[in-house]
């Protein structure tokens, strides 16, 4: 329409005028005679402005101006009335039956493996979690994108299609709305307007054209704007592109990268706007510069601006579309009605198939919204659906040619939508039977692959491009679909067509038979191995269609017969070179084979033979049918060729032979590497065991045929040709070359393998008479002969049907039992007793390691039970009767010359030609053929039974004098002593010989029974005896192994005790004893009295001498003062094990860090951890130095930082850092009567005013001349002359202790490591926060190990491993050590600083107050500081002992009661406690103490029962108790108390109060020391800072502290699997695929491995969890990467190792990666483990050992996680 220029309407400005109602332009449109026209011209109006600025556009405004002036004009001309509201009305309608959810690449979706008709069959995680399948068995597995949800689609399920949100009438409302929830007229503009809507996306998708629009959408002024465009690619990297792009625009690197990532996401961006010269320029340099010799250039274009923003439209156009779909299902209906119609008088294509055709040259993000398109309408009406396959089916050939040599990846390809179409059954078979499409698909491939063919007409893929062939798997796939479910009801048209079908397929068969023909390489090594992965690959991915049709032409005889002789005739057709060589003669004792003259190691081989063995597939079904009896009216005998048949799969076995004989090593790993797949589980079932099925028919078929041209000996004949091997049993010829025999060997032992195969394999169902299920028992029970084996393993050793299923779970618990798993390994099926019977050493699925592996073991069971090794085969099901003359290949003359020469000559003394496994093989073949002798005498009378085995083998060789038997044979070989591991086989067989023979006679002599029966009589007394024998020598043998193996753990005992360290670290200690060293040399047990750490009652040191071994140089010493120093091996590693502040912000000006006070949130402390191994300090020193040059040496990534002194315990490779040095305790002795005289003396006020005094006096002293810059302390009368500077070494004192140079070496040493570690300092030795850090890794160890104890529920003493008891005392008696090497000054300001929080008028502004000190710390620091306090400048002295204990008590009172206070003012009034006693003193005192302290802090108690402050103080005072009775045990050696030793609540809280000479009432300490305390308490309690914290009461830490664990995690691991997929990146709006990876110890969730959320560290880029690791954990911390179901431990930036994740299948599997996809459940043992690895602090440990064992592995950059 031309004239509509006058009207005003479609004028109209987007950009300035308010937006015009939406009712207008609707109306118009309405108006308009050609809805077409009017929209299209309004479109050319406001598209281009809207999408004007394309460079960098203001993306909500274009969207809000789309909305405005065109979407929601088209919903008001659609509707009629307001949109929002129809679009409202319709939502509630309840529209949706289907699911359809689109899956992103990454999403988790759902199979269900007892439902789904296939396992393409999937469930988006909504719909799964609201399904029955839940319950069922399910598989979990990653999206690569591009499917859709299943939910609804009845086809696709056996049970439960719906979910409750998609099930019909569930939502609500009634059928009827469902269906015509539109009126007419809704409907009649629908059709209207969609039309218009697909034609125009349409024709703007595929619009080629660089400069023009089409004309109805131009408009009259055009501007000069175009675009430099860029499309994306699968070739070039990402880094090519910046380059390139930088380099033709000379932008900056940011703006390249910004283009890249979206032309990579999009999959097209304009990258330059300007006039088309300008653009055209940009466009040949980008080519440019992308070109160079290997790389086409990029894919650049130049486009106008108008047909960018069409283009664009289009787009935005088609997801509207999307959405209005969504509401019903009528619109869908008339969209895709629209879609179909084909012009009139058009040659084009309807206008979806032209969008199809079209998808091979769209970028990505266009194809992406089409598809999405389809999905939403046709794939959603079932009717439409199957129109749509068949336009995809009309076009197949053309769309996958296309997509072939497309470059973009098969998930946003539209030929990837096959999978939807071809797996429907209905869909399927309508395919077939109107579209012939399995001759569509072998066409496609017919088509595609003859760049394939070499001019024998053959494939040959030699120098193939992968990705090319890749493509082409696609389309076998297809095929696979197809034939995914077989029909049940065949029409005479499906019948023709699918034997179409079938005849096209046979032709790619016919190019695969015999293609890659090699030959034997004799004298140089062939160059190069040829390609055989390609050939291979093809094979494995037909393996299930080959079955797959074979079943589906099983359907019925005829069908089958004629897909026979189809099949023969293929077969025949390529086998014309075989019939037209020449003839060679074969003889053997009388019998003639004339054969074609062919040798496998001269002539040409192929292994690939799909036809002749999917003839052996249909000949086993024919078979099974009972069809074989047919047969002759569809292949006539004369034609069919029995010798041609037999003749390649013959080849192939030889091959294998002789590649095993290493005749082929010169022909490469090519070979070995064909010769493996051939028989793997992956190919067997189409290679390997259909060339054996097809030697055994050849037996059937000789029987048929009448006058056959080969008998059984012709047969065997045959074979020994073919083997090259008519020559080695040819009596006169004795080769004497070694090389020769060895290759003889070999040959003649694959051979009778292969025999006994074909003679001893009946399962296979058509076969023998055997059902699927017992042929995968008998696969199972060999596995697990072989050894118990997890069901993972099981599986991968099983063959999988198209379903991916192997039939497992249905038997296994027939033949086997399952064992669960410990806390680590999985669990395993062990194969049960009444199965073993089963098991036969030649099982011919066996490789020759399983096979030896198996046989070993039985062998093995059987000594153990004391029984003979003799392992028979098992009785044989029997033959089908197509199959049953295959048993005459046992008892042929051939066979028993075979045998025979085998046996004469393992028993005369010079032949070299045999060996012993070829023995066991003629063993073998003799138990068949008796056992089948045996079988067939007890079903039919003894005339009847023709099978003569016994008779033959009876039989004298040769009329020669020396002639023998068989059996004659067998008993000389009985009595080579060589053989003696055989003698139980031939004892076996010699009497299966008599039971035959007793059994033909039995049936034909009557007389004879009696006689018989005696003699089974005389055969049991005898076996009695042996029996008897063998238990006596089995008693004699254990009665032997009993003595070895008391001498055996009598060294074993002298060597742990002279090498006792290095067991101590595994063995854990059991009680007080040996915890103790050397028990025995102590004193006799000390009384009970003396068991006291503090005051003056305390208790005798128990010490001894400590001798110790070098681990290093195996020396010993004895731990001395004045000896060089001996070193345990430590790790000093920052923690937040026991925050209660979980990702507290490290404080990172380290520089400024003040770690004298701990905050008593212990966010971050400093663990010192030891595996507890001695050496010298020495050898240490010399060890490190090795260590040190040894990876200068070497090349690759260290797992340790030598730099920060990191190295492996030489003895447990525990990673270490420093060394702890042992120090021996200085035993104190305190004499009672001075003791109790000082008792007098020396009270709480008393020993404060004397330590007052000495600081102050040190305060003057050092402040000399100045004015005292501290604020004076005796302010309250205090300065009373009897306490002056000197008063306090009146109570006693000593010379301080002198250490040897050697340990203060390694003090300063170990403390400087502490020091650097603790605070990320470069070391400095003599910086005054280096006492401190010592104090700290003190106190926070001995808080982590007692956190722990508690946590584990274990005692306080007794239950600490060696190497935690051992770390604890070399740290305390570091620490007593620690202070004697530093400035004593400085330690006294350090002390006065700890006093100031405890002790009165000592306060200074920097004092902390209370509520923000940790006081175990101070408490730990305090004492190790004191002795400080005797220092002079002129002597050194230290605290006498009598001296100390009292410091000790009066430093732990204070700091106790400081803790009470702490505990009370904290208290939680809302906890459930067990009511305690309502009148107790405790509680009365409690009541009364409160009383008093809210008067100062003004707070008003807390109106809670005495009893409930007691029963909190103490739950709250324990742990504190219980880390100070450690403390002081490791400082002082005194032995604590029984109680503490077991487990008991009660106990251990008076035993705890006793040792640390506490009042059990511990209210009385303060009635005992109010005076003192009042004015202390006071201060406390008024202090501003303190009040202000109870204030805010969320920041307060409570007591008992939490003990913290990892999160909860849900049992079902799919529920996690739901968190992940809410999860959105924080910084990235997109929804490509990411890696939501939880932190364990926090519960957050990080978007890992993703450029958007790394950060930067000290100028380095760290991913998302290293970075997180460093608040959270200090570095260390444990994730859990969610999608791939993987635990992570990580430390620091460089370092992290793979953990076992504790989800767990039905199996006791772990499954990494979720590759098997099993349901997973949580582990709560395995959680466990995880847990205390990270209370110990084991994860370093953890990811040291793992690297030391992956290192070589791949180096996985940790720094980025
Ligand atoms: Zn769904
Ligand atoms: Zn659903
Ligand atoms: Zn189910
Ligand atoms: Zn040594
Ligand atoms: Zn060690
Ligand atoms: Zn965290
Ligand atoms: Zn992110």
New binding site residues.
């Given amino acids: 329409m031309a004239d509509d220029e006058t009207d005003g309407t479609e004028r109209m400005d987007v950009s300035s005028e308010p937006p015009l109602a939406p009712q207008r332009p609707a109306s118009w449109w309405d108006q308009q005679a050609d809805f077409y026209t009017a929209f299209l011209h309004h479109l050319a109006q406001l598209v281009p402005e809207i999408y004007f600025a394309e460079m960098d556009p203001d993306l909500e405004k274009q969207e809000e101006s789309v909305q405005v002036s065109i979407l929601t004009p088209l919903e008001w001309c659609l509707f009629g009335e307001d949109p929002d509201i129809c679009l409202e009305k319709l939502k509630h309608s309840g529209a949706f039956q289907l699911c359809g959810k689109v899956f992103k690449s990454g999403e988790t979706t759902y199979s ?5 008709i296939d396992p393409t069959c999937v469930l988006c995680m909504d719909c799964f979690q609201s ?3 839940k319950n ?3 598989k979990m597995h990653t999206s690569t994108g591009g499917g859709f949800c299943d939910c609804g689609d009845t086809e696709a ?1 056996k ?2 299609p719906f979910c409750m949100d998609h099930e019909p009438g569930r939502a609500s409302t009634t059928k009827e709305t469902l269906h015509c929830p539109l009126n007419e007229e809704v409907i009649a503009q629908a059709r209207k307007i969609f039309p218009s809507v697909i034609k125009y996306i349409v024709e703007m998708t595929i619009w080629e054209e660089e400069k023009e629009l089409p004309p109805e959408l131009q408009i009259r002024e055009k501007n000069e704007r175009y675009y430099c465009v860029l499309f994306n690619d699968e070739h070039h990297s990402y880094d090519h592109v910046i380059y390139s792009l930088q380099r033709a625009l000379d932008c900056e690197l940011a703006e390249a990268q910004l283009h890249t990532t979206a032309i990579d996401k999009e999959g097209r961006r304009a990258v330059k706007a300007g006039v088309y010269a300008a653009c055209q320029e940009a466009k040949e340099d980008i080519k440019s510069h992308s070109e160079n010799v290997s790389q086409h250039p990029l894919h650049v274009e130049v486009l106008h601006s108008v047909v960018m923003a069409h283009q664009k439209f289009a787009l935005r156009l088609g997801s509207w579309m999307n959405k209005i779909m969504s509401y019903s299902s009528d619109f869908r209906q008339i969209f895709c009605q629209a879609c179909l119609i084909e012009e009139p008088g058009s040659e084009n294509p309807c206008l979806i198939s032209r969008l199809m055709l079209w998808d091979a040259k769209l970028y990505k993000g266009a194809r992406k919204i089409l598809h999405e398109l389809i999905f939403s309408s046709f794939f959603m009406e079932m009717e439409y659906k199957k129109l749509f396959a068949m336009e995809f089916v009309k076009y197949y050939k053309q769309l996958q040619k296309e997509y072939i040599s497309d470059d973009h990846d098969r998930s946003i390809s539209i030929t990837a939508l096959s999978v939807q179409m071809f797996t429907v059954p209905t869909l399927a078979r309508h395919l077939i039977e109107e579209q012939n499409v399995i001759s569509v698909i072998t066409e496609t491939l017919l088509e595609v692959l003859p760049e394939y063919l070499d001019r024998n007409n053959k494939f040959n893929f030699q120098g193939y491009s992968q990705d090319k062939l890749g493509r082409v798997y696609a389309v076998i796939c297809d095929l696979k679909y197809i034939l995914i479910s077989k029909p049940i009801i065949w029409t005479e048209r499906l019948r023709a067509q699918f034997l179409e079908g079938f005849r096209s397929f046979l032709k790619i068969l016919t190019c695969m038979q015999g293609m890659e023909e090699i030959r034997r390489q004799v004298g140089q090594h062939i160059e190069v191995d040829p390609d055989w992965e390609a050939a291979i690959a093809i094979q494995m991915q037909l393996k299930n269609i080959l079955l797959m049709l074979q079943e589906w032409c099983a359907c019925d005889e005829d069908l089958l017969l004629v897909a026979y002789k189809e099949c023969h005739k293929a077969v025949m057709k390529c086998s014309t070179n075989f019939m037209s060589s020449s003839k060679t003669v074969v003889q053997l004792c009388g019998h003639v084979l004339e054969t074609k003259s062919y040798r496998v190691s001269e002539d040409l081989v192929s292994i690939h033979l799909p036809l002749s063995r999917t003839l052996a597939g249909l000949h086993v079904r024919l078979s099974r049918l009972g069809a074989v009896s047919r047969l002759h009216e569809f292949v006539p005998f004369e034609g069919f060729q029995v010798e041609v048949l037999v003749e390649y799969p013959l080849r192939c076995l030889v091959l294998v032979a002789q590649v095993v004989a290493e005749m082929w090593r010169r022909n490469g790993l090519s070979l070995i590497s064909q010769v493996f797949y051939y028989q793997d589980v992956k190919c067997r079932e189409e290679m390997y065991d259909k060339d054996i099925i097809m030697l055994q028919e050849m037996q059937h078929s000789i029987s048929q045929i009448g006058a056959s041209i080969m008998d059984p000996n012709k047969f065997l004949l045959l074979v020994l040709q073919r083997y090259e091997l008519a020559d080695a049993f040819n009596k006169t010829i004795a080769p004497k070359d070694q090389d020769l025999i060895k290759q003889y060997n070999t040959l003649i032992e694959e051979m009778l393998q292969v025999l006994i195969y074909i003679v001893g394999e009946r399962y296979v169902p058509g076969v023998g008479n055997v059902t699927k299920e017992e042929v995968i028992m008998r696969e199972i029970t060999h596995l697990l002969c072989i050894e118990p084996m997890p069901h993972s393993a099981i599986a991968r050793n099983l063959p999988e049907n198209e379903n991916n299923e192997t039939g497992l779970e249905n038997v296994i618990n027939k033949v086997a039992t399952f064992k669960k798993p410990g806390v680590s390994g999985h669990g395993v099926y062990e194969l049960k007793d009444e199965s073993l019977k089963d098991f036969n050493m030649y099982f011919y699925h066996y490789s020759k390691t399983q096979h030896s592996k198996a046989e070993h073991m039985q062998k093995k069971r059987r000594k153990q039970e004391n029984k003979d090794e003799a392992l028979p085969p098992p009785p044989p099901p029997e033959f089908c009767p197509a199959f049953s003359k295959v048993i005459n290949l046992l008892n042929c003359d051939i066979m028993m010359y075979i045998l025979r020469t085998i046996f004469e000559r393992a028993v005369d003394t010079d032949s070299n030609l045999w060996t012993e496994g070829m023995l066991q093989m003629a063993f073998h073949i003799l138990a068949l053929g008796l056992l089948e002798e045996k079988q067939q005498l007890q079903k039919a009378p003894e005339e009847e039974v023709t099978f003569d085995f016994y008779h033959k083998a009876s039989r004298l060789g040769s009329s020669a004098m020396n002639a023998q038997n068989i059996q004659m044979l067998l008993e000389k070989l009985k009595g080579i002593p060589q053989l003696e591991g055989q003698k139980d086989m031939i004892t076996w067989i010699l009497q299966m010989f008599d039971t035959v023979k007793r059994l033909r006679e039995k049936s034909s002599l009557v007389v004879a029974t009696t006689s018989g029966l005696e003699s089974i009589k005389n055969e049991e007394i005898t076996h009695d005896k042996e029996k008897a024998e063998r238990k006596r020598k089995a008693e004699a043998a254990r009665l032997h192994r009993q003595k070895i193996m008391a001498q055996m753990s009598a060294l074993q005992k002298n060597f742990i005790e002279t090498h006792k360290l290095m067991y101590d670290s595994t063995s854990e200690i059991t009680g007080k004893e040996d915890s103790i060293m050397e028990e025995e040399s102590s004193p006799p047990a000390v009384s009970d009295h003396s068991r006291v750490a503090l005051g003056p009652k305390r208790g005798p040191a128990v010490t001894e001498k400590e001798v110790l071994t070098c681990i290093l140089c195996q020396e010993e010493q004895e731990v001395k003062l004045e000896n060089n120093a001996m070193v345990l091996s430590a790790c000093v590693q920052k923690s937040t094990a026991l925050t209660q502040h979980r990702g507290k912000p490290i404080d990172l000006l380290a520089e400024m860090l003040d770690p004298l006070f701990m905050d008593p949130d212990l966010a971050h402390g400093t663990y010192t951890g030891s595996c507890g191994h001695v050496m010298h300090a020495v050898c240490w020193q010399k060890y490190f130095e090795a260590v040190q040059l040894s990876s200068q040496q070497r090349i690759h990534v260290d797992l340790f930082d030598l730099e920060s002194g990191e190295y492996l315990c030489p003895l447990c490779k525990s990673l270490c850092n420093t060394v702890i040095p042992i120090i021996p305790l200085q035993p104190q002795k305190i004499s009672s009567e001075n003791a109790e005289a000082l008792a007098q003396l020396l009270t709480l006020a008393r020993w404060i005013q004397t330590v007052l005094a000495r600081i102050s006096g040190y305060k003057m002293k050092h402040a000399k001349g100045e004015t005292p810059t501290v604020p004076v302390l005796f302010n309250q009368g205090m300065g009373d002359s009897t306490f002056e500077f000197h008063s306090i070494l009146s109570f006693g004192v000593q010379s301080s202790v002198k250490y040897s140079n050697s340990i203060k070496e390694m003090v300063i040493l170990f403390a400087t490591t502490i020091y650097r570690i603790g605070l990320k300092v470069p070391p400095d030795e003599l910086d005054p926060r280096v006492p401190m850090m010592t104090w700290g890794t003190c106190a926070f160890t001995i808080q982590a190990i007692e956190n722990l104890l508690g946590d584990e529920g274990k005692p306080l003493f007794g239950a600490l491993q060696n190497r935690q008891h051992n770390g604890l005392r070399a740290l305390m008696q570091f620490a007593v050590a620690q202070r004697t090497t530093c400035s004593q000054v400085l330690i006294q300001k350090h002390l006065v600083r700890l006093l100031s929080v405890v002790l009165p008028n000592l306060q200074s502004e920097d004092t902390p107050y209370l509520l923000s000190v940790d006081l175990f710390h101070v408490l730990v620091g305090a004492v190790l500081a004191f002795p400080s306090l005797y220092w002079d400048d002129t002597v050194d002295l230290q605290p006498s002992a009598v001296s100390a204990s009292y410091n000790h008590l009066y430093l732990f009172h204070l700091i106790t009661m400081a803790h009470m206070l702490q505990i009370l003012l904290t208290i939680d009034t809302g906890l459930p406690l067990v009511q305690g006693e309502e009148d107790s003193e405790e509680a009365r005192c409690a009541s009364a103490f409160l009383a008093e302290v809210s008067q100062h802090t003004g707070f008003i108690g807390c109106g809670a029962p005495g009893w409930y402050l007691w029963v909190s103080l103490k739950n709250g005072i324990i742990p504190y108790l219980r880390c100070a009775a450690l403390f002081f045990h490791y400082l002082l050696g005194v032995t604590p108390p029984e109680e503490l030793f077991a487990n008991s609540a009660e106990g251990e809280y008076s035993a705890l109060c006793s040792y640390l000479s506490l009042p059990t009432n511990l209210f009385l300490l303060f009635q005992e020391y109010w005076d003192t305390v009042r004015p202390l308490l006071l201060r406390w309690c008024t202090d501003p800072a303190s009040l202000n914290a109870l204030k805010q009461k969320s920041a307060v830490v409570r007591y008992p502290r939490k003990r913290n664990s990892l999160i909860e995690l849900p049992d079902d691991y799919s529920c996690l699997l739901n968190q992940a997929s809410h999860f959105r990146c924080p910084r990235s709006a997109d929804d490509e695929r990411k890696h939501p990876v939880l932190c364990l110890f926090c519960g957050a969730i990080l978007c890992s491995q993703n450029i958007c959320c790394q950060e930067i560290v000290n100028g380095e880029e760290v991913g998302a969890c290293v970075f997180h690791a460093l608040h959270c954990g200090a570095g260390v911390c444990i994730f859990l990467k969610i999608r791939e179901c993987r635990v992570v431990l990580v430390e620091g930036k460089a370092r992290g190792c793979a953990y076992p994740a504790p989800y767990l299948d039905e199996y006791g599997e772990t499954d990494p990666g979720l590759k098997r996809g099993n349901p997973l459940h949580l582990s709560r043992e395995r959680y466990r483990k995880l847990h205390l690895v990270w209370q110990q602090h084991c994860i370093i440990e953890e990811i040291a050992r793992s690297q030391e064992t992956n290192q070589m592995l791949f180096g996985f950059n940790w720094q980025l996680l």
């Fill in positions: 269900c493996r007892d439902c789904a399904s029955v399948h069922h068995r399910y399920w049970t439960g």
